[in-house]
């Protein structure tokens, strides 16, 4: 088991602080994938960690803060990769599809979507889950829809609600996604991985532009 050693006496440094908590959300993000926020304890995470549960608590007093340190650091990673795709893109809709290829593979990545997967489906029974779950993905899908309302703004993609377009085009990725995260192969074949993505994107695409047959960019 891979321990954060620490230095002989004193407080850890900085380092070792930063080592040690993120090797706690990871295990809490698997443990959690595993079991469920529900049948998931302190107590288990901290043994699996080989730390003792004092520790655990005095960085997170609860099981429920620390779920939402897990989910907070994956917000700050993906909100970044989706920015990041969305400036990559010189015209609103040529970065409106880097945005939507980024979303598209953290779904394929297995270990990334079974925790959310895990999460969505406890919250199915809990109303307080729900509730964080719905302010997780708004926060979440807040750079796709700011790359969607600059396409509206530049005529290639119909007008209304941004939040409602954006849902249209995760419903179609997260098919796309799951086709992609259920298939036989311990690794899915890239190019079926990547047809699939087009497909999605072309209805899409076709479903939103403006007008028929506009010569949108692709």
Not at 90 to 105: C, E, G, I, K, Q
Request: charged residues 25%; proline residues 4%; hydrophobic residues 45%.
């Amino acid at each position: 088991m891979n321990i954060v050693r620490r230095r002989g006496g004193g407080r850890p440094t900085r380092e070792e602080a930063e080592a040690l908590t993120r090797r706690l959300l990871d295990s809490a993000r698997s443990t959690f994938a595993r079991k469920g926020v529900a049948n998931s304890s302190m107590e288990e995470i901290a043994a699996e960690l080989g730390i003792s549960k004092h520790t655990l608590y005095r960085r997170y007093p609860n099981k429920h803060a620390l779920l939402e340190a897990v989910v907070e650091r994956d917000l700050v990673r993906f909100r970044k990769t989706l920015a990041d795709a969305a400036g990559q893109g010189d015209a609103p809709l040529a970065a409106l599809r880097n945005v939507a290829r980024s979303y598209f593979r953290f779904g394929t990545d297995r270990d990334y979507s079974a925790f959310y997967l895990s999460v969505t489906v406890e919250a199915v029974f809990s109303l307080p889950l729900r509730e964080r779950l719905a302010a997780w993905s708004s926060a979440a899908l807040e750079p796709v829809v700011q790359v969607i309302i600059s396409a509206q703004a530049a005529g290639l993609v119909v007008p209304g609600s941004a939040m409602e377009i954006c849902h249209v085009l995760i419903d179609l990725l997260e098919g796309a996604n799951n086709r992609v995260r259920l298939c036989l192969s311990e690794s899915p074949d890239a190019a079926e991985s990547l047809r699939l993505f087009e497909s999605r994107w072309a209805i899409f695409q076709t479903a939103m532009m403006p007008e028929p047959n506009c010569g949108l960019e692709v």
